[in-house]
């Protein structure tokens, strides 16, 4: 649990979430949803955000306002879908975060199979949570996007990671 924890929280919000391969979509079995986002969500709100050049920063500024607009809107449009924030969600201020273009890490609860949130790339630091229950379920939940550059597979079963990655 503590390797998935690691790799989802360095995943979604190192590099502020801008790069292709950034965990932008969070499948959880139902059996360890709950815990899981309980640790999560205690661990990005320990994040700093900050200038990303400086030692101690985590989570560093998006590139321009227009990235910074995006990723406000896609929140947005998340809420607007019924899904849950539950923890950031707006523009990070104070400070020196004022001169930058801060936004919170972000994590969405409840996000919907075949959603906006689900199937676009926000290029920001939001992660969208989408609970499954059975393998089969994750693959196909997985293959429904047109995007997917990388994926991470967290389990302690050999076969059934084996069989993901095959279809």
Not at 52 to 71: E, M, R, Y
Request: glycine share 12%.
């Amino acid at each position: 649990l503590g390797l998935a924890l690691d790799g989802v929280l360095w995943g979604a919000f190192g590099t502020t979430g801008q790069r292709c391969t950034a965990t932008s979509r969070l499948l959880l079995h139902s059996d360890i949803h709950d815990a899981f986002l309980e640790q999560l969500v205690a661990r990005v709100q320990k994040l700093k955000l900050g200038d990303g050049l400086k030692d101690g920063t985590d989570v560093g500024p998006l590139i321009n306002q227009a990235s910074l607009d995006k990723t406000t809107k896609y929140v947005e449009i998340a809420r607007g879908e019924g899904d849950e924030v539950l923890t950031g969600g707006k523009r990070a201020t104070g400070g020196a975060l004022d001169k930058g273009f801060f936004f919170e890490p972000t994590i969405l609860r409840g996000v919907k199979p075949g959603s906006r949130l689900a199937c676009e790339e926000v290029f920001g630091p939001v992660l969208s949570v989408i609970r499954f229950d059975s393998l089969d379920e994750a693959i196909r939940i997985n293959n429904e996007v047109k995007y997917g550059l990388s994926s991470s597979i967290y389990t302690r079963d050999v076969v059934a990671s084996f069989r993901a990655m095959q279809e």
